[in-house]
């Protein structure tokens, strides 16, 4: 695997070595599981090269003790990365990302407003703008994103075909641990006692009950609810159990 952590290095790498082959881009901010990885796999079966992305951006993250606290594994992760023969991992720091100190960015007035924007101002503004930023320099031809991040995957798709980027964007599906706890990098935030309750948002999605229904059962069992919303035939739900927030969704 081609570590690189240099745009121009990246693009010219692009241009001049690689520019006849198909390209798959599995932009990430580390501390990577299997829903990654599955990612991964998924781009190295639909194009010639893969290339993955790893940047923990300050600019999603509207609550900063969320960024101080969010796990990195960087030796860990390029382990896996290297194990699934991804081809490329590009790795840039913050100063390179946001030479202009994040005074450009990519903005959306509508979805990015609802659902998980509603309690994390700004945060699909950063996402939409590091991923425009991560598609300009990688230049794919296609990129993967879980439906795990549902609200991110329909935000992703829109902005593409709105400036039109040229770039196939490929929902994957949201993988599970065994009890159906959807993987996330948080989960290894959970407490034991946290991490064996955490099931319970996922089993309460699952049981076909109303929204107002729902919030109950997770409410009465330590939940702290954001929301529970039916939106593009999916039921979506944002939690926080303790200080850790998670997300999930189930097909309706
Ligand atoms: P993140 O590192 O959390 O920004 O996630 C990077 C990519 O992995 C995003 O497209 C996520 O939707 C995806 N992803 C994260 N968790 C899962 C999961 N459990 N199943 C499928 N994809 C996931």
Not at 26 to 48: C, F, Q, W, Y
Not at 185 to 199: D, F, G, I, W
Request: with cysteine; net charge positive.
């Amino acid at each position: 695997m081609i570590i690189i952590r240099n745009p121009k290095k990246w693009l010219f790498v692009r241009k001049n070595k690689i520019k006849n082959k198909t390209l798959g881009f599995v932009p990430t901010m580390g501390a990577l599981h299997e829903g990654h990885l599955s990612l991964i796999r998924r781009s190295k079966r639909e194009n010639d090269l893969t290339c993955a992305s790893i940047f923990i951006n300050p600019a999603q993250f509207n609550d900063k003790n969320d960024l101080k606290n969010y796990p990195a594994s960087l030796e860990s992760d390029i382990k896996k990365l290297k194990s699934e023969k991804t081809d490329f991992l590009f790795l840039p720091d913050e100063k390179t990302m946001y030479s202009d100190g994040y005074s450009f960015k990519v903005s959306e007035n509508s979805i990015s407003k609802s659902l998980c924007g509603k309690s994390r101002p700004g945060h699909f503004d950063g996402v939409l703008t590091v991923v425009m930023k991560l598609f300009n320099i990688a230049r794919p031809d296609s990129a993967y994103f879980g439906e795990k991040d549902y609200q991110q995957y329909v935000l992703i798709k829109n902005m593409s075909e709105a400036f039109f980027m040229n770039i196939e964007i490929i929902p994957c599906p949201l993988i599970r641990e065994k009890d159906g706890l959807a993987l996330s990098s948080r989960n290894r935030l959970l407490s034991e006692k946290e991490r064996l309750s955490a099931q319970l948002l996922n089993k309460a999605l699952k049981t076909g009950k109303s929204k107002n229904d729902i919030k109950r059962i997770l409410n009465k069992s330590g939940f702290n609810v954001e929301y529970v919303e039916n939106k593009w035939g999916r039921k979506l739900a944002a939690a926080k159990l303790g200080k850790v927030r998670l997300i999930d969704n189930v097909k309706i």
